[in-house]
């Protein structure tokens, strides 16, 4: 079972690898979606490009974390198939191939077990953002923490169309704001880029615009047309919002007097 072995312990610190990897690419600035899908195709060599690989290439951090990837993805890979042949074809113990298709079939169900663990991901996380805060200048703030990103509030791109009740209109006559929606940036066609757009910026059929929000409210203002009926779902919207500040007030001060009363 040695080879077995062998391999688990090789697909473990390649999963580890690629996690530390993840967080690096991350506190850099990327989502961690792509700061995943990045880390796993610089590890295994797939070589995709696109446009957020253009972004890493031209980041001077991220483009030496993709480097040590690639450099250890090659060894590892290499070791990986090398443990693969040995475990089934090459001499080993009394084991049959049965035998170490199974303990190799378990050690891989327990990794899986592992690394979907959402303590095992904390404990992660926090040992590599204090390992990189100490031994390199990344700047390691987990800014989806700090902006509470999960399942109600999002950072997400929204693609502005000729009839959509965005177009043509001023920041400030869109009151985004009073809908909880905060514009952040602008891609524009051409590759322009503007950041934290002023209230007299207008917004333009073909911008992308990068905004933070509740992610019900941002899908329903992808799908609001212009006219009538978008000034009235905005009218909602802005409605809805005050709601929502109203009822986070009322938690907010519940959570007070209670601990007060515990105090």
Request: no cysteine; hydrophobic share 50%; proline share 3%.
């Amino acid at each position: 079972m040695t080879a077995v072995a062998s391999l688990l312990v090789i697909i473990t610190i390649s999963l580890l690898i690629t996690r530390i990897a993840t967080i690096a690419l991350t506190a850099t600035g990327l989502s961690r979606e792509s700061a995943r899908f990045q880390a796993r195709s610089a590890f295994s060599g797939a070589g995709f490009t696109t446009s957020e690989s253009e972004a890493v290439v031209r980041h001077p951090v991220r483009r030496r974390v993709v480097m040590a990837l690639m450099l250890v993805g090659n060894a590892g890979i290499a070791a990986v198939v090398a443990s693969i042949i040995l475990t089934f074809v090459g001499p080993d113990d009394a084991a049959t191939p049965i035998l170490r298709f199974i303990a190799l079939a378990l050690g891989m169900a327990v990794l899986w077990v592992v690394f979907k663990s959402h303590w095992v991901d904390r404990q992660v996380t926090g040992l590599t953002v204090r390992a990189l805060g100490r031994w390199t200048d990344i700047d390691v703030r987990d800014y989806a923490a700090l902006l509470h990103l999960g399942d109600t509030y999002v950072v997400t791109e929204l693609a502005v169309g000729p009839a959509d009740w965005l177009a043509g209109r001023k920041l400030r006559a869109l009151g985004l704001r009073q809908e909880g929606v905060i514009l952040l940036g602008i891609d524009r066609p051409g590759g322009a880029y503007v950041g934290a757009p002023v209230a007299e910026t207008t917004i333009q059929p073909g911008d992308v615009l990068i905004i933070y929000g509740r992610r019900h409210a941002i899908a329903e203002l992808d799908e609001r047309p212009q006219g009538a009926p978008g000034d009235r779902a905005h009218a909602d919207a802005v409605a809805e919002h005050a709601r929502v500040i109203e009822e986070e007030r009322a938690a907010n001060v519940a959570g007070s007097g209670e601990g007060a009363s515990s105090g």
